[in-house]
């Protein structure tokens, strides 16, 4: 999908300056369409539909799973059918690299 995928998150403690609304626009082009930018804050947001509660919380224990592997965890908001994720770099408060990265491999979870 992107080369997104192929890189790992980098620890993010505070002293950078967040993503600006051009470098966002830009990294979010290599990830899915269905992922948008909000127009209120910084965050990077996607709903997923599913047919049943069983297949919601296998996508959201992938989900968490990545996260931990990347130690980059989103904002989820989960339901019987659906499930949405939000990511913003709480530390910048802004975007960072890392949101996509792990947009990016969420997407190829959406895939399978």
């Given amino acids: 999908m992107s080369g997104l995928t192929e890189k790992k998150c980098r620890p993010c403690e505070g002293g950078v ?7 966002a626009e830009s990294l979010a082009k290599q990830l899915s369409p269905e992922w948008a930018l909000s127009k209120e804050g910084p965050y990077l947001r996607r709903e997923f539909r599913f047919k049943d509660f069983y297949r919601t919380m296998s ?3 992938a989900v968490a799973h990545v996260a931990n ?5 989103p904002d989820l908001e989960v339901g019987y ?4 994720v939000q990511y913003t770099t709480h530390a910048i408060k ?3 690299e890392n949101d996509f990265i792990c947009a990016a491999k969420i ?6």
């Fill in 17 to 23: 300056p967040p993503l600006t609304r051009a470098q």
């Fill in 59 to 61: 996508f959201v224990n």
């Fill in 69 to 73: 592997i990347e130690d980059h965890h």
């Fill in 81 to 84: 059918n659906y499930c949405r």
């Fill in 94 to 96: 802004g975007l960072s």
């Fill in 107 to 112: 997407d190829l979870l959406s895939l399978s």
